[in-house]
């Protein structure tokens, strides 16, 4: 995944990849198109910026600099 993208296709959790996902039993089927980093901060990745902007209150739709980022992801 190149920085700034979201990946053109779903990933699927398997027996590689299954340890990391705590939740997620053998029998269980997943599928995903991008991860989140918990506690990593928005700075971490693309994904996490995004997630950021989406968790902002719509109260702060107006403050300088937060709304541009929330149009710049649905403008993609």
């Known amino acids: ?4 993208t979201f990946p053109q296709k ?6 590689l ?4 996902h ?5 029998h269980d ?10 506690g990593e901060g928005y700075q971490h990745s693309y994904v996490n910026q995004q997630i950021f ?10 403050r300088p600099g937060l709304q541009s980022a929330r149009q710049t992801s649905f403008s993609k």
């Open 1 to 4: 995944m190149s920085k700034g």
């Open 10 to 15: 779903f990933q699927k959790i398997d027996d």
């Open 17 to 20: 990849t299954r340890s990391n």
């Open 22 to 26: 705590g939740l997620i039993k053998a």
């Open 29 to 38: 089927t997943c599928l995903h198109f991008c991860e989140y980093a918990a």
């Open 53 to 62: 902007n989406f968790k902002k209150s719509m109260n702060d739709q107006n």
